[in-house]
Structure formats: C-alpha cells, structure tokens
C-alpha cells in the first residue's frame, strides 16, 4: 500500500504526467479532423518539421489514408500511456481499424509555440497478451 502512494505521488509530480491531457487532446483532434476529412486542420496538429516534409495539407492527407488507415478511419482510439524516451515525449494509442483489428502506435509530441504537435507516428508492435 505505501510502495503505491510513492509511486503515484512520483508519477504526479512528472513533467510527463503533467502534459497527459493536451498531448491526448492534440492526438484525438488530429484524428477527428481526419473523420472529417479536414486534413487542413489534420495538418495543424502536425510538427513544423513534418509539416515541410509534405509541404501541403493534400500531400498529407493522402499519405495517412494510405499508409494509417486506421487512424484516417478509426472504429476506437483509446490512449495508453504517455513515457519518457530519452528525453522525447511519445503517447501510445490503441486504434481499432473498421475490421476490428487492434494496432498499436506511438505519438512523438513535440511542444511549440501552438502547444503541443505530433512529430512522428510509428506503428508498435502489438503487446504479448499473457494467460
């Protein structure tokens, strides 16, 4: 009982917990834009830097229907845990795509001067389910 209200009371005192919600927020937008096919406002959420990697809003529409199309199309999105990777902030989702199947995929959130943006997204392997 007294080794869980230290961990608690050092995971509420992490700079990470500390942006839990606006980096979940800035994510689950993004997503929606995607629903909406608003991939202007899809666009917004992403980095500077992968902002100039597909220089417009189309570019990167196209690139996540193609390649993320559970995230352009998602059934569930349920956020895991946000961790510290070597000083690098990176969200884990799960997204059920519109077949049922789960996928894993970590958010590298970068803070800007418009709040948090998504930097890279990478699928992750799925987690060892145990019995």
Avoid: C
């Avoid at 007294?2 to 009371?9: N, P, S």
């Avoid at 005192?13 to 991939?39: K, L, R, V």
């Avoid at 959130?109 to 145990?130: F, H, K, R, S, Y």
């Amino acid at each position: 009982m007294r080794l869980a209200a230290i961990f608690l009371a050092l995971s509420l005192g992490s700079p990470a917990f500390a942006q839990e919600a606006p980096i979940q927020e800035t994510i689950q937008s993004q997503i929606e834009a995607f629903q909406a096919d608003d991939f202007a406002r899809a666009f917004a959420f992403a980095s500077p830097n992968i902002q100039s990697l597909f220089g417009t809003a189309e570019n990167f529409g196209a690139m996540v229907k193609d390649g993320y199309p559970m995230v352009y199309r998602p059934s569930e999105v349920e956020m895991l845990e946000l961790r510290d990777v070597a000083g690098d902030l990176w969200q884990r989702v799960r997204i059920i795509d519109q077949a049922g199947q789960a996928h894993y995929l970590g958010y590298m959130m970068i803070e800007t001067p418009e709040g948090w943006q998504i930097n890279a997204v990478q699928l992750l392997p799925a987690p060892d389910i145990g019995v």
